[in-house]
C-alpha cells in the first residue's frame, strides 16, 4: 500500500500548486541538489497504473486512510493536495487536522495511521537527517514510526565512522535501498531558504540548514 500511494504522488506537481515551485522536490531524507543525495534512488515518476495494480494486488482496491496533520495552511494544502492525487489511484484518504501541540504528543506513542507535518528543518550533515528518524536506537519522538532495521543501524554508524565522503555515500547507498523499499518515510519534498538582504551586507554564506552564522558578517 505504501509503495502505491508512493506511485500516485506527483512531487513536481505538489510543488508547484503549494509552493509556487519555490522548494525542491524529493524522496530522500536529503535534496537531490545535495552530495549525498543516491542518485541510482531517484525521484519516482507518478504511475496511477501500476498503483491501482498494486492495491488490486493486495485486495484492498479502495484503501481508507486517515492521516494527522498539523492544522495549519501550508500542511493542510499539501495533504489536500496529496489527497486528491491519491484519490486517482483508488485511495481515501481522510485528513484528521489536529494542533502542533497534540499532534507531536500523538508521534512517540505511535498513535495514528498516518501523519503528516511541517518536516524537519534540516541540518548541514546527512547523519543528522536520517539517523535519528530511523535507527533502533533513536528516540520515539523522532523515529515515531518505531522503525528498526538492523541492515540499516549497520550502515548508519559504519557511514559516522567513514572518513571519505565516497565511502560514506557507499553506506548511504544501503540505507537508501532498504529505506526506499520499507517507506517507513514517504519523503516529498525540501523547503529552499529564501534570503533578502541589504547590499550594505558582506560576508553571509547560505547554507543548507537554515541557520545564520554571524561570523564574518559585514555591514558597510
Sequence with gaps: MRQALDLSIDRTALNQVVFNGEFEPGNQWVAPSNPYYIKQFPIPAPDVTRAKALLAAAGTPNPVVVVNVVNSPEILQVAQVTQAMAKESGFDIRIQAIEFASWLQ?????????????????????????????????PPALNSTHYCNPNVDRELDAARTAAAPDDRLAHYRKVADHILNDRPIIYLYHPKWLWAFTSKLTGFTPLPDGLIRPQGLQLQ
Design 106 to 138: 500523538l508521534l512517540p506513542k505511535g498513535d495514528f495511521e498516518s501523519s503528516l507535518g511541517p518536516g524537519w528543518s534540516g541540518r548541514s550533515d546527512p547523519d543528522g537527517n536520517i539517523y535519528n528518524f530511523v535507527s533502533c536506537k533513536a
